[in-house]
T-cell receptor, first 106, second 111 residues
Framework: GIQVEQSPPDLILQEGANSTLRCNFS?????LQWFHQNPWGQLINLFY???GTKQNGRLSATTVATERYSLLYISSSQTTDSGVYFC????????FGAGTTVTVRA | EAQVTQNPRYLITVTGKKLTVTCSQN?????MSWYRQDPGLGLRQIYY???????DKGDVPEGYKVSRKEKRNFPLILESPSPNQTSLYFC??????????FGQGTRLTVV
């Protein structure tokens, strides 16, 4: 199956800082999604982004399918951004990376 | 509102007592799947279903059963739960070339 690698595994930010999370995948995929798992365990859809760039408020994502990677940008981070960020790629099933744990300190 | 509904949200049970976690989606999605999440191991797929009456094993199917008798429902069955099945479980659904949606999660404890 497709291998999905996320980096960094952990990220500690001061409130207001910007950051970039990376997702690499080993083969061509139909689609890619980013999720945020909040401290209560819920998985929240952030982006559905097979290619190109999308923005939603302080978050944006870029997927370069030909080079098999995607980036998630968090700008002006807030404590509510804390949690685990997962990317998942879709060949015939969803395959998840191990996640990046983000801690935003006030 | 598009949603995936899992029940129950929390469950504590004893070893060997059969249980079912229900999952229902209202988006007419063909694909549904179950995952378990454990600390340090991320999300691992248990079973998936590409359509009604079509199910297949994921990465960690041992100890679980599923059925897909109708498009909207995809229950997860633990015939004889054991403590190593204590975990956080998620159900997901998606259509062809559409984003996946996840249920709220079920925290299962087997004692």
């Amino acid at each position: 199956g497709i291998q999905v690698e996320q980096s960094p595994p952990d990220l500690i930010l001061q409130e207001g800082a910007n950051s970039t999370l990376r997702c690499n995948f080993s083969d061509s995929v139909n689609n890619l999604q980013w999720f945020h798992q909040n401290p209560w365990g819920q998985l929240i859809n952030l982006f559905y982004i097979p290619s190109g760039t999308k923005q939603n408020g302080r978050l944006s994502a870029t997927t370069v399918a030909t080079e098999r990677y995607s980036l998630l940008y968090i700008s002006s981070s807030q404590t509510t951004d804390s949690g685990v960020y997962f990317c998942a790629v879709d060949d015939y099933k969803l395959s998840f990376g191990a996640g990046t744990t983000v801690t935003v300190r006030a | 509102e598009a949603q995936v509904t899992q029940n129950p949200r929390y469950l504590i049970t004893v070893t060997g007592k059969k249980l079912t976690v229900t999952c229902s989606q209202n988006m007419n999605h063909e694909y549904m799947s179950w995952y378990r999440q454990d600390p340090g191991l991320g999300l691992r797929q248990i079973y998936y279903s590409m359509n009604v009456e079509v199910t297949d094993k994921g990465d960690v199917p041992e100890g679980y059963k599923v059925s897909r008798k109708e498009k909207r429902n995809f229950p997860l069955i633990l015939e004889s739960p054991s403590p190593n099945q204590t975990s956080l479980y998620f159900c997901a659904s998606k259509g062809a070339n559409t984003e996946a949606f996840f249920g709220q999660g079920t925290r299962l404890t087997v004692v």
